[in-house]
Antibody, heavy 117, light 106 residues
Framework: EVQLVESGGGLVQPGGSLRLSCAAS????????IHWVRQVTGKGLEWVSA???????YYPVSVKGRFTVSRETAKNSFYLQMNSLTAGDTAVYYC???????????WGQGTMVTVSS | SYELTQSPAVSVSPGQTASITCSGD??????VSWYQQKPGQSPVLVIY???KRPSGIPERFTGSNSGNTATLTISGTQPMDEADYYC?????????FGGGTRLTVL
């Protein structure tokens, strides 16, 4: 069974850093990308990063230079390092499996990040 | 940057047909996916490659995409279909979501 499990969320002060983890199981990473998508409470979905099987990474302008996505292949784990956090980064963060034209076919349960003093 | 526009809300009576639209420049040249999200839950893929349904998604969910508009149609809408719906594309090495449409079944 395909599973994605996020962890690492919590409360962090403005300007601080946090690293989220996504543990993947039940599939071979080779044909998929892993993306991070966030959602502010009561708002829509916002894409924040992607890592392809070849290791290429992608970011929207809103987080480029502050967020870094990486992977640890041996552990089938993916990470989102978030730096210089602001209140605007407060959201539920999901990791999701993606393949071009097939969309996001599996999502994790999400992990909450709160940026507040 | 690429943008997708959705109407904020759609209402439908049980058993009727709901149409949720998503617009973007030359959207018909891209593959559109649709997601359903119920309160407190993670999104669920309901349509990919414009028209295809993943395993387990009821046949009442159909999709189309042409010109500048993609449409998610729910035929015989049931109360359980009440949710937020998002369209999404991969464009120019970025993933773009529409703002979401809240479907109310009443």
């Amino acid at each position: 069974e395909v599973q994605l499990v996020e962890s690492g969320g919590g409360l962090v002060q403005p300007g601080g850093s946090l690293r989220l983890s996504c543990a993947a199981s039940g599939f071979t990473f080779g044909t998929y990308e892993i993306h991070w998508v966030r959602q502010v409470t009561g708002k829509g979905l916002e894409w924040v990063s992607a890592i392809a099987s070849a290791g290429d990474t992608y970011y929207p302008v809103s987080v480029k230079g502050r967020f870094t996505v990486s992977r640890e292949t041996a552990k089938n784990s993916f990470y989102l390092q978030m730096n210089s956090l602001t209140a605007g980064d407060t959201a539920v963060y999901y990791c999701a499996r993606h393949r071009y034209s097939y969309g996001y076919d599996r999502w994790g349960q999400g992990t909450m990040v709160t940026v507040s003093s | 940057s690429y943008e997708l526009t959705q109407s904020p809300a759609v209402s439908v009576s049980p058993g009727q047909t709901a149409s949720i639209t998503c617009s973007g420049d030359k959207l018909g040249d891209k593959y559109v996916s649709w997601y359903q999200q119920k309160p407190g839950q993670s999104p669920v893929l309901v349509i990919y490659q414009d028209t295809k349904r993943p395993s387990g998604i009821p046949e009442r969910f159909t999709g189309s995409n042409s010109g500048n508009t993609a449409t998610l149609t729910i035929s015989g809408t049931q109360p359980m279909d009440e949710a937020d719906y998002y369209c999404q594309v991969w464009a120019s090495s970025t993933s773009v979501f529409g703002g979401g449409t809240r479907l109310t079944v009443l």
